[in-house]
């Protein structure tokens, strides 16, 4: 999960919408109480099962642990074959707005001639 959560494209990613979550919440005043209820609902469900859980991830802990292992392998083939994984999202953005214009200017050229 952290080598997950640690890569450019998720990272940027989260930013993004934790940016856009916060200016809505402070824009929009009955939104920001709806979000404001289900925030402290979430914490509250999420700390009560954090006690029930937790004899039960110690009993797992090597089987979570070998998992861990071969999901980290995983992720590191996985990041060598698709680098964009290591990209933050407004890179792919620009990058795909500059393909897809490209693209546009050699097929209208090709019209036009």
């Known amino acids: 999960v952290d080598q997950v959560a640690n890569l450019n ?6 930013d993004m ?12 005043p009955y939104i920001r109480s709806v979000c404001d209820a289900a925030e402290k609902g979430v914490k509250s ?4 099962t954090a006690s029930c859980v937790q004899p039960v991830l110690t009993t797992l802990e090597p089987h979570v ?15 060598e074959k698709i680098p964009l994984l290591q990209k933050p999202v407004e890179q792919i953005i620009s990058d795909t707005k500059e393909l897809v214009s490209s693209r546009v ?9």
């Open 9 to 14: 494209l998720v990272t940027s990613a989260c």
């Open 17 to 28: 919408v934790s940016t856009a979550y916060a200016s809505t919440k402070e824009s929009h």
């Open 45 to 48: 469900v999420t700390e009560a």
């Open 65 to 79: 642990a070998t998992a861990s292992d071969y999901a980290s392998k995983g992720l590191d083939k996985l990041g």
């Open 105 to 113: 200017a050699d097929a209208k050229d090709a019209v036009s001639s």
